[in-house]
């Protein structure tokens, strides 16, 4: 069955990309479990129903999602809760070449660099420090710093400078990836996950052992497009911080999008493994 073959691609492979140091995935039964209490019909294509009806609008931020109903918010935050998608993403290693913090909301990419800072503190250690960050304007409903600068890139800079390191992280050599808006006039894009590491990696940065940051719930997904994007030489690690989902008025409807994303970028990569191993 079509349905049952897109179960199976979750399992994650490293044959044709980056190899991860952690295999990371969702249980196949668990997200037939999710799809079937979203009212996905039995006959329908799990990565054509979740692109659909998950996946927030192209030009849709994530806080500006509208929240499920309250049943449905109930049953998606708890099985995620259950299946670890708002847990700690712990590192595999003690030592790494680079410590890649992806960029995010000024709230965000400040908990992604104290979550790091706790991981040096615990005695991981790395060389460098990368801020993988897009041109995107600050917004002031997510975003702090309004005032000091003007898009997210600029503000990564302020809060690598202005946050409390430990000294012997301080010292550590830093890097701005700033990734320019995508499109024209009036209706433009910001920067994705992937844009990021193509910029990043047209810096030539060396085959390394690198170690991405984000925090919940987004590891999923973006683990999935280190690992599509991420040439075969580098080996990684994707951590990141838990979070209380209940907070947050539209937890449910950004977890779902956070799914759907992570499941269709697997099964890219599966299929891009099929056609190679038929060569």
Excluded at 36 to 42: N, V
Excluded at 198 to 224: H, R
């Amino acid at each position: 069955m079509k349905k049952f073959f897109i179960l199976l691609s979750l399992c994650l492979c490293c044959i044709g990309s980056a190899a991860p140091l952690q295999n990371r995935f969702i249980c196949p039964a668990a997200l037939d479990q999710l799809a079937s209490a979203m009212d996905m019909p039995a006959s329908e294509d799990l990565i054509t129903f979740t692109q659909t009806h998950w996946l927030r609008k192209p030009t849709q931020e994530r806080w500006e999602m509208k929240e499920l109903t309250k049943d449905q918010r109930t049953f998606v935050l708890n099985w995620a809760d259950q299946q670890g998608l708002f847990a700690d993403w712990l590192p595999y290693c003690d030592i790494y070449d680079s410590a890649l913090i992806l960029g995010a909301s000024t709230s965000r990419m400040q908990m992604r660099l104290d979550y790091l800072k706790k991981l040096w503190n615990q005695g991981v250690r790395f060389k460098e420090v990368v801020w993988l960050t897009g041109d995107r304007p600050l917004d002031e409903r997510v975003d702090g710093m309004i005032e000091r600068c003007q898009n997210e890139s600029q503000a990564a800079r302020i809060i690598w400078e202005e946050s409390d390191l430990p000294d012997s992280m301080r010292c550590l050599p830093a890097l701005f990836i700033a990734v320019p808006m995508k499109g024209e006039e009036p209706v433009r894009q910001r920067p994705n996950t992937a844009d990021t590491i193509i910029a990043w990696l047209q810096t030539n940065p060396p085959p390394c052992k690198a170690l991405f940051v984000s925090d919940q719930p987004f590891c999923g997904y973006q683990f999935a497009v280190v690992k599509a994007f991420l040439p075969d030489a580098f080996s990684f690690d994707l951590v990141g911080q838990g979070v209380d989902p209940f907070r947050h008025p539209a937890a449910a409807a950004i977890t779902l999008d956070s799914i759907a994303r992570w499941i269709y970028q697997e099964n890219l990569i599966k299929n891009k493994e099929l056609r190679q191993s038929q060569l």
